[in-house]
Each structure stands twice: as C-alpha cells, then as structure tokens.
C-alpha cells in the first residue's frame, strides 16, 4: 500500500512543486476551433509540384524527428498526405531552477499537398495520464488544472515546428559552381 502511495506521490508531485506561479504567465492566444479544441491550421503557397512539396516534406521529418519511421503514420504520395503522431514534454521550473518534467503531451499533424500549397494541421492534444486529457483544460480558468506555463509550453512548441516546416518546405538555394 505505502508503495503505491509513494508511485501516485511521484506522478503527480511535479504538478505541485512549480516554482512560477502561473499568474506571472499570460495566456498565450491558442487557437481553438468551433468545438473549443486546440486547432493550428495554415496553408502556406509555395511554388513547387504537389510532389515535390511531398519529398520536401518527408525530408523536414527525416530531419527533425528522431525516429521518423515511428512518427508518421501515413505516408501517401498518391494523395498527397502525410500524417504525424507524436508527443512532448512540458516542465515545471523548481525553485532551485532546475526543470522538472511535468508531462506528456501527444498530438497529430497532418500535411496535405496540391500543386503550389501545403496545409499543415496540428490537433487533437491530449495531456498523457491513466485517462488522457485533452489539454484544453489548461485555457479553462474555472478547472482545476488551468495553466499559462502549460499553454505556453505548447503553443510555443506548435509555433516552432510549424517554423521548421515552413522554413525546410522552401526550395533549397542553388549553388552555382564557380568555373576557373
């Protein structure tokens, strides 16, 4: 009994030792979509084939994931869609300054190609737990688990990957041989 007692105490404790209040955070403006979830969505134009922003596309992830086999779920040429499932860790800041990992939170992007454009999307944000959690909860101001420091820590995260993928998506300079 004391030993789980002791595992729920480890679980959670990181929840309880921030060291930054969340009043001295604003809330980041997340958006959400018509059901009130977290939705990034933007169509970037970019002028290149619809397969060529694919090849762009698959070389981003081969880059910025570790293990990209695991990422992507779909890989589809023909249609022109990739999509991704992953996660990341959001930390609290102890009073020492030491981060502290504080949680997991998974989510999905999907990128979809035509000729010229890109749509990129990323949703379905779910706080990892026995019970997975949207983590919406933390925009909500009367839950319990309301979190500037949170929603900063993803929208910051969403803001970057869209950031490397628009950036990798452009067409690569070309170098033009000096001839002597």
Known sequence: MK???LLILMIFAPFFLMAQSDEQISMPKIPLDDQGMIKYVEVVKEDATKAELFKRCVRWVNAEYKNPNSVISTRD???????LHHQFR???TLESGTKAIAGTVMYNMTIRFKDGRYRVQMNDFL???AIRTNAEIWLDETHAEYSPTYASQLNDYALAKLASLKKKMQPEKEVVEEEW
């Open 127 to 129: 706080i990892k737990r």
């Open 90 to 92: 959001v930390y609290n």
């Open 77 to 83: 040429m023909v249609n022109g869609k990739i999509e």
């Open 3 to 5: 030993n789980k007692a």
